[in-house]
């Protein structure tokens, strides 16, 4: 199982890269599609070992972000 709770698109792809086959994927952090644009080979990192990924985002990415705090 991987838990990726980093702010940084790029732990994501660190993180994905780390599955095993059949593992678990967790995104915390920062789902992608926000911040920085990355380029990623999905089928291999992902689909091809048979991961399961989920993401527990429930807020927009700048809930955290202490420059944004009200």
Same mark, same amino acid.
């Given at each position: !199982?991987?838990?990726?709770? +980093?702010? $940084?698109?790029? +732990?994501?792809?660190? %993180?994905?890269?780390? !599955?095993?086959?059949?593992?678990?994927?967790?995104?915390? %952090?920062? *789902?992608? %599609?926000?911040?920085? /644009?990355?380029?990623? $080979?999905? *089928?291999?990192?992902?689909?091809?070992? %048979?991961? &399961?990924?989920?993401?527990?985002?429930?807020?927009? *990415? @700048?809930?955290? $972000? /202490? &420059? @944004?705090?009200?």
């Amino acid at each position: !199982m991987v838990i990726q709770c +980093a702010k $940084d698109s790029a +732990a994501s792809v660190e %993180g994905l890269q780390m !599955m095993r086959k059949l593992g678990t994927y967790v995104e915390v %952090g920062i *789902p992608f %599609g926000f911040g920085n /644009k990355i380029s990623i $080979d999905l *089928p291999k990192l992902g689909f091809s070992k %048979g991961t &399961r990924a989920m993401s527990l985002v429930a807020n927009n *990415p @700048f809930a955290f $972000d /202490k &420059r @944004f705090a009200s």
